[in-house]
């Protein structure tokens, strides 16, 4: 391959500055000029002389871009570059615009590359010769672990005869989150007949500002005729997702401002830990397991000083691991450290080494990459052993920060069981249990099994059929959504790291059931409605027993508290409520040391309006002379009703009337001649279910 003479070519071409392009005979002549850019992911500084980012025109002098080719196959040849672009359509198939992923590209920038390319706009000629075109690419080169993009355009009108802004749309390959990402050059050429004056330029982006310009010679510059300018983008992202943004530039041109879009894939790997203790005073003899998104997780550092990273779990709380080099040394991938040769190791969790017990132990960093602009730690893994001085009870871990990586394991052996857990209490929650004992005091504890039966006798054997199993590191466990309404049983045993088991230690847990019933389920507003609340065990009733009342108006989302009350010997209680507005009720039972609590079943009773006839001024009327007829609305307040009638069998609404604050209005009518019946009602709201008024005869005359 040519490809280190042509980068040696590229940097002659970008160390010059493009401070100065004089138009070739097809440019001035007001053809469509050609033009490629090309950027690297191995960029995190401006003005690099590397010669992997560039941007090449055939308006600069000496340079030539051909381009060739039919539907089937496309070729771009940047000389004296030595640059090269090959796309192929598929197989059978013709180039059209779209995007190929993956796609037939082959470049001089590498041999082993995976690309994908975008085709915004392709044209032919009569005889099928390609005339324009306009894409944008991505290589990643396997070899060189570096990925190139950019974009070639060439036989496309120009959108602004004053300026040529090239590249005219940046999209960053997919970067990592907090990673260094490329370094990409934005170049600005005066292609019109006149200076250009540029006021400024600006990022118009997300709060989180993942771009940033570390070079900018355009800000406020004068381009002459044929002249360049650039501006160098970073992408520093710290938040995972799809993000955009817009280099902005405000000119004297005819157009007055002039954008360059920008965007870019932001992904994220995650983060965990994994911990487990023989009994160290750090990890108190537990196991841990900390991941998104029940922890939180952070780095800091470099690798000159050290590397801390941090974990805030939900459940086990902060915890924080701290790796050094040796002094005058720096932290690498792959390497191996240990406080015997200098490093340092401090973790912290449950506890920390007590005074006078410094940590000691190795740890292996797998992983560690750091931005280079922001300093930002990216990524690091590392699996470690630590203990308290002589202590000989240890602590292993296997970080990630990230990054993937694998958990550490390294269990000591013996054939001796340890003692079988003491305290062991069970208290019963909202269909669940707590169960709490203190773990052996041994060195070489590890984990708790738990065996749970459901309505059936003990299975001291833990391979029993209908067992389930769980495993804990900690001096508890919490166990959710359990059948309220059966009975439970549960059998602990101590295991140490050898895998021996302690003798078993039991106890047992009833269920509970609490139902919730209503005398009526629709009222009239102020009516009053009995509710009943019952809890029982397998249809005994449960006395003494401390239940929560729940109430909200129908609809809502939130329960709120009403009040606690106590069963009776019957394990009942019953009370009479009179709800104003439609009313959803429910209880509580939130168990206790011998039973599991219990969520009551929701009833809803609904209040309808109440719409009462206070008085009829006249039974009969003359048709010719007004009655009135006062009604008063609950509950009380500002309400529209409809008035109705019933003169041929069937309810017609005959019009509307609004009443006052109080609920109170005085409808004055002409009766219509003959017997009619009235009534006043009020549609279902959010809040009320609908009401009627009674019916008021009235004879007309």
């Not at 070519?9 to 138009?23: D, E, M, N, R």
């Not at 409809?642 to 009766?671: C, K, L």
């Not at 549609?683 to 009320?688: K, L, R």
Request: proline share 6%; net charge negative; aromatic share 10%.
């Amino acid at each position: 391959m040519r490809l280190a003479a042509r980068l040696g070519v590229v940097l002659s071409t970008i160390a010059a500055g493009l401070a100065a392009l004089v138009p070739s005979a097809a440019a001035a002549s007001g053809a469509p000029s050609a033009w490629v850019t090309v950027a690297s992911d191995g960029h995190v500084a401006p003005r690099s002389t590397d010669g992997h980012s560039g941007f090449f025109t055939d308006r600069q002098p000496n340079t030539t871009i051909t381009l060739g080719g039919t539907s089937a196959e496309v070729t771009v040849d940047v000389e004296p570059a030595a640059l090269t672009f090959d796309l192929q359509a598929p197989s059978g198939g013709s180039l059209a615009a779209g995007t190929y992923s993956p796609a037939t590209f082959a470049t001089s920038l590498c041999a082993d590359s995976t690309s994908t390319v975008t085709i915004d706009d392709i044209a032919f000629d009569g005889g099928g010769a390609l005339t324009a075109i306009s894409l944008q690419y991505e290589t990643q080169c396997a070899s060189a672990a570096t990925t190139y993009f950019g974009r070639i355009v060439s036989g496309e009108a120009q959108a602004d005869s004053d300026l040529l802004l090239a590249p005219d749309a940046v999209a960053w390959p997919t970067t990592l989150v907090r990673a260094d990402g490329a370094a990409v050059p934005v170049f600005v050429v005066n292609t019109g007949s006149n200076p250009v004056s540029i006021a400024s330029t600006s990022l118009t982006q997300p709060a989180d500002s993942p771009f940033s310009k570390v070079y900018d010679d355009c800000n406020g510059s004068v381009l002459a005729i044929a002249s360049t300018c650039t501006v160098w983008l970073a992408f520093d992202p710290t938040v995972a997702g799809q993000v955009s943004a817009s280099l902005d530039f405000v000119d004297d041109t005819t157009a007055g401002a002039h954008h360059v879009p920008l965007s870019a894939t932001v992904s994220s790997n995650p983060s965990s830990w994994a911990l487990h203790s023989a009994g160290d005073p750090v990890g108190a003899g537990g196991e841990y397991s900390f991941s998104e998104p029940t922890a939180q997780f952070a780095a800091t550092g470099s690798a000159a000083t050290g590397v801390a990273l941090t974990a805030h779990d939900l459940t086990f709380g902060d915890w924080s691991a701290t790796f050094t080099p040796p002094s005058g040394s720096l932290l690498q991938a792959g390497h191996t450290y240990r406080t015997a040769d200098g490093a340092g190791l401090a973790v912290t969790g449950l506890g920390s080494c007590p005074q006078g017990s410094s940590p000691v132990g190795w740890f292996t960093l797998s992983s560690l990459s750091i931005n280079r602009r922001t300093g930002a730690v990216t990524t690091a893994a590392a699996t470690f052993e630590q203990h308290c001085g002589t202590i000989p009870a240890g602590l292993f871990g296997s970080l990630s920060y990230n990054d993937a990586a694998a958990p550490a394991s390294v269990p000591p052996v013996d054939t001796t069981p340890p003692p079988a857990v003491t305290g062991l209490t069970a208290q019963g929650g909202l269909e669940a249990v707590s169960l709490r004992w203190t773990n052996p005091d041994v060195a070489d504890f590890d984990h708790v099994d738990v065996y749970v039966t459901e309505n059936t006798g003990f299975y001291p054997n833990p391979s029993s059929v209908g067992a389930a199993h769980f495993t804990t590191h900690a001096a508890g466990l919490n166990l959710q959504a359990l059948d309220p309404g059966s009975s439970f049983k549960f059998s602990v045993y101590a295991v140490d790291l050898s895998g021996n088991r302690s003798p078993v230690a039991t106890i047992k847990m009833d269920g509970t059931d609490l139902m919730v019933r209503t005398s009526r389920t629709s009222v009239l507003y102020g009516d009053p409605v009995n509710w009943t609340f019952t809890l029982t065990h397998n249809g005994s009733a449960q006395a003494g027993k401390k239940i929560d009342i729940l109430v909200r108006t129908h609809g809502l989302l939130h329960w709120s508290y009403f009040k606690t009350v106590t069963t009776d010997t019957r394990g009942m209680y019953a009370m009479t409520f009179r709800p104003a507005v439609n009313m959803d009720v429910t209880a509580r039972f939130y168990g206790d040391g011998s039973h599991i609590g219990d969520a009551g079943n929701m009833i809803t009773t609904w209040s309808a309006y109440r719409i009462v006839v206070l008085s009829v001024a006249h039974y009969t009327q003359s048709s010719a002379a007004y009655d009135t007829v006062k009604i008063k609305v609950y509950p009380s307040a500002t309400t529209r009703l409809a008035v109705e009638d019933n003169r041929y069998g069937y309810w017609s609404t005959i019009g509307y009337v609004t009443t006052d604050a109080t609920g109170s209005y005085t409808w004055r009518f002409r009766p219509i001649k003959g017997r009619v019946y009235y009534r006043f009602s009020r549609p279902a709201s959010g809040t009320n279910a609908a009401g009627v008024s009674g019916i008021i005869t009235i004879t007309g005359t």
